[in-house]
C-alpha cells in the first residue's frame, strides 16, 4: 500500500529569467532547481514558457516532441538528480502538425507522471491596444490535469486557465489539494488581477494555488509581470516574489488544509446554483 503523504512539505517556485537563448534557459533553470531543492523543496515548479520568449510566432521554433528535446530531458534528470516532484512549468510540445502549450511533470526517480495541455488559450485584445493570439500556433488541450503523488493529489493549469471557476472546480473535485499553475501574466492584466485569481481560486475551492511567472524583463517582447506567489487554502499569500529573478519557497500544511474544509464544509454542499433549475425570468427564490 502506498505511504500516506506527508502532513508538510515544502515548495519551491523557480522565477526565471527567461532569455531567447533556450540552452541558456535550460541551464539557469536547471541551477535554480538546484538552489531549491537545497532549500529542502520536494515539489518545485517553473514557469510558462520557461524555454523561449512568450511569442506565438516563436513557439515552433523552439517546440519538442516527448519523449526526445532537451529541456523534457533535462526536466526528467533534474527532477532524478535532486530527487523531487518537478513540474516542468510549460514548453511548446509538438504532436504531429500540431502544438501545444504543455506542462511535463516528473517524480522523483525522474519518470513523467503528468502532462497537461493547456486548454483556454490565451486570445485577447486588452485596452490599450494589446492583443495576442496563441491560436496562431497552438492547438488547445482537452481537459483538467490531477494526478497523485507521494505529496498528495496535485493539479496543473496553465496561465488563462486559472480565469476558469468551473475548470478549477472540476480539478478540486477530482481530489486537488494543491493546484500549481505555471503563468506569464503582463503588465496589463498583472496588476489586475494575477493576485485576485489566485487567492479566488485558492479560497473557493479551499487549495493552494501556486502560481509560477517567469522574471519580468522590461525588454522582452512580452513583459510578464513576475510575482510569482504560493496561497493557502484560507486565500492568505504565504510566499510573495517581486518582479526580479528568484526563487520562492512556502510550505504547504495538508492539516491546516483538512482543517479549513471540516470547519468550513462548502465541498459537501450542493450550491443553490447546481441545485436549481434556473428561473431565467429572474424572479429569484419562491417569488
Ligand atoms: O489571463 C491573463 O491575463 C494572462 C494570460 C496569459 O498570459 C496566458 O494565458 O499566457
Excluded at 519551491?12 to 531543492?37: F, I, T
Excluded at 498583472?190 to 519580468?216: C, K, M
Aim: glycine share 8%.
Amino acid at each position: 500500500m502506498a505511504a500516506k503523504p506527508p502532513s508538510r512539505f515544502r515548495v519551491a517556485v523557480c522565477q526565471l529569467d527567461v532569455r531567447h537563448d533556450k540552452r541558456e534557459n535550460l541551464a539557469r533553470a536547471r541551477e535554480l532547481v538546484h538552489r531549491a531543492a537545497r532549500r529542502g523543496a520536494e515539489l518545485v515548479a517553473l514557469p510558462e514558457m520557461f524555454v523561449c520568449p512568450y511569442a506565438a510566432e516563436l513557439f515552433p521554433r523552439y517546440a519538442e516532441s516527448y519523449p526526445g528535446g532537451e529541456a523534457l530531458q533535462m526536466l526528467s534528470q533534474a527532477a532524478r538528480e535532486e530527487r523531487l516532484y518537478l513540474v516542468g512549468g510549460s514548453i511548446p510540445e509538438r504532436e504531429g502538425d500540431r502544438l501545444y502549450n504543455a506542462s511535463f511533470v516528473f517524480d522523483p526517480e525522474g519518470k513523467l507522471i503528468a502532462r497537461h495541455r493547456k486548454v483556454h488559450l490565451f486570445d485577447v485584445d486588452l485596452p490599450g491596444g494589446f492583443s495576442f493570439r496563441e491560436s496562431a500556433t497552438l492547438s488547445a488541450g482537452s481537459g483538467p490535469t490531477v494526478f497523485s503523488t507521494a505529496l498528495g493529489t496535485i493539479g496543473v493549469a496553465i496561465c488563462f486557465d486559472i480565469r476558469f471557476p468551473a475548470f478549477f472546480r472540476e480539478m478540486a473535485r477530482r481530489g486537488a489539494e494543491v493546484i500549481v499553475i505555471p503563468g506569464a501574466f503582463n503588465m496589463i492584466t498583472g496588476p489586475a488581477h494575477w493576485e485576485l485569481l489566485l487567492r479566488a481560486r485558492a479560497v473557493d475551492n479551499q487549495i493552494y494555488t501556486v502560481g509560477a511567472a517567469p522574471a519580468r524583463n522590461p525588454a522582452a517582447p512580452y513583459v510578464a509581470f513576475g510575482h510569482s506567489m504560493v496561497v493557502s487554502p484560507w486565500a492568505e499569500v504565504i510566499a510573495r516574489a517581486g518582479p526580479e529573478e528568484t526563487i520562492l519557497t512556502a510550505e504547504i500544511d495538508r492539516e491546516y488544509l483538512k482543517n479549513i474544509r471540516q470547519k468550513l464544509p462548502l465541498a459537501a454542499e450542493k450550491s443553490a446554483a447546481e441545485g436549481c433549475s434556473g428561473d431565467r425570468n429572474g424572479k429569484g427564490n419562491g417569488v
